[in-house]
């Protein structure tokens, strides 16, 4: 395997705090002459360290396709957060990383936290990368408008609707992707085709409502009017999230959708009758436009 300097972290939403890691990470390995790499867990530790799982921004194949995608990583490591995982000395963590992953230096967060009962900290990966002479950077805190940056607080955010401030903090759209699934085709009865796309489950739910998105499908970009939600006008009960994506035309079953996630639009809400349904809908179809047009400019 390639020598490789990895950044070390969960890296759920892939945000702008991220970012700054990645950035030196690249930057670390482009002076030794190496590979830049990541180091993530297919599983949030909190689930066995606090015995508790938060909801996610992004399922681990997501995080891995931004990872490589968006910013540019040439390798993607990601080990179970399993019991041994958890035990295991911070020391014998780095070395396991050296010797199996063939890691020549290594990035965290200052607040970076692994090993045993998070005995490993941002200093104490310092102090062995000095010991051993091998390349090493710890990235302070990241703030935006006098707020930390986090994957909290923008999970906070989507599951507020404040899409426009989340995607701020990312540093990016809000990525879903999925494969199409078939729905109960009352879109293309109202001659609004729209795409199927099941919410994993691990995932937070944005807050229900219409959404301007891009859609990215068989290497095309389209604009996307898109609703998360359980379709109240019909009686629905399971959250769906459904796309009709703009000026495509073809069959999208079982195709692979990545859905970008702009602006919150309006709030998901039941219509007397079909009829109302469309022509909001269609709406909702010209302000999606008018949102990229202008953003265009």
Same mark, same amino acid.
């Given at each position: 395997m390639?020598?490789?300097?990895y950044?070390?972290g969960?890296?759920?939403?892939?945000?702008?705090?991220?970012? !700054?890691?990645?950035?030196?990470?690249r930057?670390?390995? =482009?002076?030794?002459?190496?590979?830049?790499?990541?180091?993530?867990?297919?599983?949030?530790?909190?689930?066995?360290?606090?015995?508790?799982?938060?909801?996610?921004?992004?399922?681990a194949?997501?995080?891995?396709?931004?990872?490589?995608? #968006?910013?540019?990583?040439d390798?993607?490591?990601? #080990?179970?957060?399993d019991?041994?995982?958890?035990?295991?000395?911070?020391?014998?963590?780095l +070395?396991? #990383?050296?010797?199996?992953?063939?890691?020549?230096?290594?990035?965290?967060?200052?607040?970076?936290?692994?090993?045993?009962?998070?005995?490993?900290?941002?200093?104490?990966?310092?102090?062995?990368?000095? +010991?051993?002479?091998?390349p090493?950077?710890v990235?302070? +805190?990241?703030?935006?408008?006098?707020?930390?940056?986090s994957?909290?607080?923008?999970?906070?955010?989507?599951?507020?609707g404040?899409?426009k401030?989340?995607?701020?903090?990312?540093?990016h759209?809000h990525?879903?992707?999925?494969?199409?699934?078939?729905?109960?085709?009352?879109?293309?009865?109202?001659?609004?085709?729209?795409?199927?796309?099941?919410?994993?489950?691990?995932?937070?739910v944005?807050?229900?409502?219409v959404?301007?998105?891009?859609?990215?499908?068989?290497?095309?970009?389209?604009? =996307?009017? !898109?609703?998360?939600g359980?379709?109240?006008?019909?009686?629905?009960?399971?959250?769906?999230?459904?796309?009709?994506?703009?000026?495509y035309?073809?069959?999208l079953?079982?195709?692979?959708i990545?859905?970008?996630?702009?602006?919150?639009?309006?709030?998901e809400?039941?219509?007397?009758? #079909?009829? !109302?349904?469309?022509? +909001?809908?269609?709406?909702? !179809?010209?302000?999606?436009?008018?949102?990229?047009?202008?953003m265009?400019?």
């Open positions: 390639n020598e490789t300097i950044a070390l969960f890296f759920d939403g892939v945000h702008i705090g991220h970012a !700054a890691l990645l950035k030196a990470c930057e670390l390995a =482009a002076q030794r002459g190496c590979r830049a790499g990541v180091v993530t867990f297919g599983s949030h530790p909190d689930t066995l360290v606090l015995g508790q799982t938060p909801r996610l921004i992004n399922t194949q997501d995080r891995e396709w931004m990872l490589r995608e #968006l910013f540019h990583m390798a993607v490591i990601t #080990l179970p957060f019991r041994q995982m958890r035990d295991m000395d911070w020391r014998d963590f +070395e396991m #990383l050296r010797k199996t992953y063939s890691a020549v230096g290594f990035v965290c967060g200052e607040d970076f936290r692994f090993g045993s009962r998070g005995a490993g900290s941002a200093d104490t990966l310092a102090g062995y990368c000095r +010991e051993t002479g091998l090493w950077a990235i302070p +805190e990241q703030t935006r408008d006098g707020i930390r940056v994957s909290t607080y923008i999970r906070r955010q989507l599951e507020s404040d899409m401030t989340a995607v701020a903090f990312l540093g759209p990525i879903l992707r999925g494969t199409v699934v078939h729905g109960q085709a009352l879109g293309r009865r109202l001659g609004i085709p729209t795409a199927n796309l099941l919410l994993p489950p691990e995932l937070a944005p807050k229900f409502g959404y301007a998105c891009r859609a990215r499908v068989n290497g095309g970009v389209y604009p =996307a009017v !898109a609703n998360i359980t379709r109240p006008t019909v009686s629905g009960h399971s959250i769906t999230v459904e796309p009709w994506i703009l000026d035309t073809g069959d079953y079982g195709e692979q990545t859905l970008e996630f702009f602006y919150f639009i309006r709030p809400r039941k219509f007397p009758d #079909l009829e !109302a349904l469309k022509g +909001e809908i269609h709406r909702n !179809a010209q302000q999606t436009r008018d949102f990229f047009a202008a265009e400019k």
